[in-house]
């Protein structure tokens, strides 16, 4: 419990720091842009496969799109999920994990996990809490690194934010240096979007602007 809550305190120095150049409202409360988003593209394998084996995920029909209305309650609960996620999960990747390369997706029964292992677990914690599953979309991007990798996207009134386990700090989709590809739509999670290759400056840049 002790490791658990100086995690968590720390996330919350890290959110602190992170938002310091990137100009919050002056209530206090980050803003961001939205990502710029196109046209239909293709299911990813891996939430195909995912589908089949939890079909109550999928099988939602067309929904109403919905934001997450942003206050300092709804920051915290983002902070403490992409925390408490990234401290739970122990990295590693998806052949050591599962023995294939094929691109599996699913929830950390085991403790271990990769980064869709990350993403969705978030998205289900925040669906617990209350947060519309329309604004938590799964995202497809190729990170600072060069590498496919996968992050939750939380779309709120204040513009788009990425939830990601390589960083307990979440940042604007702009401020994160990633290359974004594709990402679920908000009125259906089995239809997915392009996103164009749009390119987010990296953290440093993007607070020092």
């Not at 513009?159 to 604007?172: E, Q, T, W």
Request: net charge negative; with cysteine; proline share 5%.
């Amino acid at each position: 419990m002790l490791n658990r809550l100086l995690t968590f305190l720390t996330a919350a120095a890290l959110v602190g720091l992170a938002w310091a150049g990137f100009g919050e409202a002056s209530e206090g409360l980050p803003k961001a842009s939205w990502t710029p988003v196109g046209a239909e593209t293709t299911i990813p394998w891996g939430w195909v496969d995912f589908c089949n084996r939890h079909a109550e995920e999928c099988a939602l029909g067309k929904l109403d799109p919905v934001d997450v209305h942003m206050t300092r309650q709804v920051w915290k609960t983002l902070a403490d999920v992409n925390a408490m996620a990234n401290d739970a999960i122990a990295p590693i990747s998806n052949l050591e994990h599962w023995g294939t390369t094929l691109d599996h997706w699913d929830y950390p029964v085991d403790g271990k996990g990769d980064c869709k292992v990350y993403a969705l677990f978030k998205r289900k914690l925040l669906i617990e809490r209350g947060f519309p599953r329309q604004a938590l979309l799964m995202t497809i991007v190729r990170d600072r690194s060069g590498e496919g990798h996968a992050v939750l996207t939380v779309k709120t009134d204040r513009g788009d934010f990425v939830l990601d386990n390589l960083a307990d700090d979440i940042r604007p989709w702009s401020a994160t240096g990633y290359t974004f590809f594709k990402r679920q739509a908000q009125d259906d999670p089995n239809v997915w979007l392009s996103l164009g290759g749009a390119i987010g400056a990296a953290p440093a840049a993007a607070a020092s602007e």
